[in-house]
């Protein structure tokens, strides 16, 4: 038997008014869902069968989205792997023919080696900046020259005095036949040369 309450007419209406506005809540599905999550938030073992219904409607869509996306991450990944193996083989193609072309130009092997340590040091990876900075901190040599009573740019073999003109020109009579006078003049230049070291 139901149980009767009393209630003012002021009650009885803000009962009314509230019912009104819940029956217009449940009536329309956005604002129904809304409803039922709200009800979850404050008892989360509440009966929400909109919410339910529609989980259980969209699982397969969310199964289907995630394989989906799942998909799209994987070839992009492969992409950006492809791309960056590509850019690495570039690289490494264009250092073995800057270390080749290094070779040709007349490096030994060491200074090749010594290059690519300094690439490796540094973290460079173009051989011609490595060569620049390698050159730079590493001029080469400048040849030897005489020294002493020769003059600057020669080792005096060319010097002509009384004695190297008259065995010249033997030299040019014979026309390079006599190798004697020839032995005498070589022997004669390297004892000269010797005695001004």
């Known amino acids: 038997m139901a149980k009767t309450v009393e209630l003012d007419e002021g009650e009885y209406n803000n009962l009314m008014a509230l019912r009104g506005v819940a029956a217009r ?4 599905p956005e604002s129904r869902r809304l409803l039922e999550q709200a009800q979850k938030m404050v008892d989360p073992n509440a009966a929400t069968p909109f919410l339910d219904q529609e989980a259980a409607q969209m699982a397969p869509v969310r ?4 394989s989906v996306n799942d998909r799209i991450a994987r070839f992009e990944k492969e992409q950006e792997d492809k791309k960056r193996e590509d850019t690495l083989t570039a690289i490494a193609q264009r250092q073995t023919a800057g270390l080749a072309q290094l070779r040709r130009a007349g490096y030994t ?4 080696a010594a290059v690519q340590k300094l690439m490796e040091d540094k973290g460079l990876l173009d051989v011609e900046d490595a060569v620049a900075i390698f050159e730079r901190a590493n001029p080469p040599q400048m040849p030897s ?3 002493g009573g020769m003059t600057g740019t020669s080792w005096g073999f060319a010097d ?4 190297s003109d008259k065995a010249i020109q033997e030299l040019i009579s014979s026309k390079g036949a006599n190798d004697s006078v ?3 003049m070589a022997a ?6 010797r005695s001004r070291r």
Not at 25 to 28: M, N
Not at 109 to 112: A, L, P, R, S
Not at 188 to 193: G, H, S
């Open 182 to 184: 020839a032995d005498r």
């Open 109 to 112: 092997d060491e200074g090749v």
């Open 25 to 28: 809540i449940i009536s329309k």
């Open 145 to 147: 020259t005489p020294q």
């Open 160 to 163: 002509v005095n009384a004695d």
């Open 63 to 66: 199964e289907l989205e995630k």
């Open 188 to 193: 004669a230049a390297l004892q000269d040369f």
